[in-house]
């Protein structure tokens, strides 16, 4: 039986920047390894060498030419506090995403994980890939893909039954300035994790 809920939930203690700490018990969340030259030239007019001298300042207006540059994302920070409860016959567990913070050039979402099974719970892996890890898509077609924590490449954290862990998810890119919405995708993390979306509309900024 898969049964999902989605409630309001209370704020809770938040871990700064990308620092992971577990908030259950005395146990510690673990990481587990997981043209031919020699022509002869017909003769110039004048015309010619008008032309010429023509597409030549053309050209060098093209090179003096600035390259576009990209404007940082106008921060805002959007309170969220919204949970997702999963109970199955294998896992149980409740992700909670507190809010989602716009910086300069990339998305950060801080959440909450808490093990309510009685196994072990496999959350994200540090693979770099994207195939294992969640994600941020907008509106307007733009992903901005996950960045593994300090120490973590090749490491999934893992959450023994009891435990949570606060987290701070970084996702690199400046956000599209035309976009609305923005959706925090856990799914690539496994079955158990299918349909866990949050979608977060996005106020304008303070």
């Known amino acids: 039986m ?15 920047g990308l620092a992971l700490s577990a908030c259950a018990g005395d146990d510690q969340a673990e990481f587990a390894q997981d043209p031919p030259s020699g022509s002869e030239a017909a003769p110039s007019t004048g015309q010619e060498q008008a032309t010429d001298e023509s597409q030549s300042g ?3 207006a093209e090179q003096t030419e600035e390259p576009t540059t990209v404007e940082p994302a106008a921060e805002r920070t959007v309170e969220v506090e919204e949970s997702e409860s999963v109970s ?3 896992v149980a567990f409740t992700l909670t995403l507190h809010r989602l913070a716009v910086h300069d050039y990339y998305l950060e979402a801080e ?7 009685t196994e072990a719970l496999n959350t994200w ?6 195939s294992t890890e969640p ?5 307007r077609g733009r992903v901005y893909p996950f960045v593994v924590q300090a120490g973590g ?12 862990v606060d987290a701070g998810l970084v996702f690199p890119g400046r956000l599209d300035p035309d976009a609305e919405q923005v959706t925090l995708d856990f ?4 079955p158990e994790w299918e349909g866990l979306l949050f979608e977060v509309p996005l106020g304008a900024a303070s």
């Open 187 to 190: 799914e690539a993390l496994g």
């Open 88 to 90: 199955t016959e294998e």
């Open 58 to 60: 053309d050209g060098a």
């Open 2 to 16: 898969h049964t999902r809920t989605r409630t309001t939930a209370l704020a809770l203690a938040l871990a700064a």
């Open 125 to 130: 892996y540090g693979s770099g890939n994207g």
């Open 111 to 117: 959440v909450t994980v808490v093990n309510d099974g």
């Open 135 to 139: 994600r941020v898509f907008d509106d």
């Open 153 to 164: 490449d090749g490491q999934r954290l893992v959450l023994e039954p009891g435990q949570g």
